[in-house]
């Protein structure tokens, strides 16, 4: 049975995540994704975005890669800034949505499990709110790993756990209970129920660095953003 079967009628990913599941849910809301990024993190999303170009300390002609690219705007926050900037990503409606959007980026279609690039490509590879979304988590971050180039860099912004208890009580119930109705402006809600669920069952910061180091990465270090909402890790090719 199709995982949509099991939910409000739309197209939503389980927390298994298939990457059939993954890349239908994401084709179905690509036309408005940008849209509800702004209004779910309450235009928080624009200073997350600042932050992980920040913490990737671009510079000029340095190749990136984006990875779990979407519609481009983390890749085009990273672009503006000098560095030539690769833009994958599984789901080719948010692929035709960011071409629409941003013409002058290079948007390729690529599994961030079987990254279609030769070892140490890249001098830097950054994923937004998108590792979250990979099957395996382990697999994508070695991948990442091997096409990045030894000394270079990957910064993960991805949600994470509040740090303070009272207010991780009332972003939980945000997560849960104001985000499914505002959802309704996206022409496929169910996949906010996901996004609360996936984030709710990601690992905190400490627990993602553990997996970076896992995977071969190098000096975790973590910046929390808005109280642990978003984390910022950074690691090293050694
Ligand atoms: C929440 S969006 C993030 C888009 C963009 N990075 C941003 O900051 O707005 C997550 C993206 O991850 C992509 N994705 C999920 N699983 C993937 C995989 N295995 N390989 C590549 N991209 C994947 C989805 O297609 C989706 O576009």
Redesign the pocket.
Same mark, same amino acid.
């Given at each position: 049975m199709h995982s949509a079967d099991r939910h409000e009628p739309g197209t939503r990913a389980d927390l298994d995540k298939r +990457?059939d599941d993954? @890349?239908d849910m994401?084709d179905a809301i690509a036309t408005r994704y940008d849209l509800l990024?702004d209004v779910l993190s309450l235009g928080q999303d624009r200073q997350w975005r600042r932050k992980t170009v920040a913490a990737l300390e671009p510079r000029q002609g340095e190749l990136m890669l984006d990875? +779990? +690219?979407?519609?481009g705007?983390?890749s085009m926050a990273l672009a503006e800034l000098g560095p030539v900037v690769v833009a +994958?990503?599984? @789901?080719y409606g948010?692929l035709r949505q960011g071409l629409a959007q941003y013409p002058e980026l290079d948007f390729i279609n690529?599994?961030?499990?079987q990254l279609p690039f030769p070892d140490e490509t890249f001098d830097a590879v950054t994923i937004?709110?998108?590792l979250r979304?990979?099957e395996d988590t382990l697999g994508a971050l070695k991948e990442m790993l091997r096409v990045t180039r030894r000394g270079g860099r990957v910064v993960v912004n991805e949600f994470s756990t509040p740090t303070n208890r009272a207010f991780r009580h009332v972003y939980n119930n945000y997560l849960l209970r104001a985000l499914p109705p505002l959802a309704k402006l996206s022409p496929n809600p169910p996949a906010y129920s996901y996004l609360a669920e996936s984030i709710l069952a990601w690992p905190d910061q400490a627990g993602l660095a553990d997996v970076m180091l896992e995977a071969g990465w190098e000096g975790i270090e973590w910046q929390d953003l808005s109280g642990g909402i978003v984390a910022l890790h950074r690691g090293w090719r050694p």
């Open positions: +990457a993954v @890349s994401f990024n990875l +779990a +690219a979407g519609t705007t983390s +994958a990503d599984l @789901s948010m690529a599994d961030a499990l937004s709110y998108g979304n990979v």
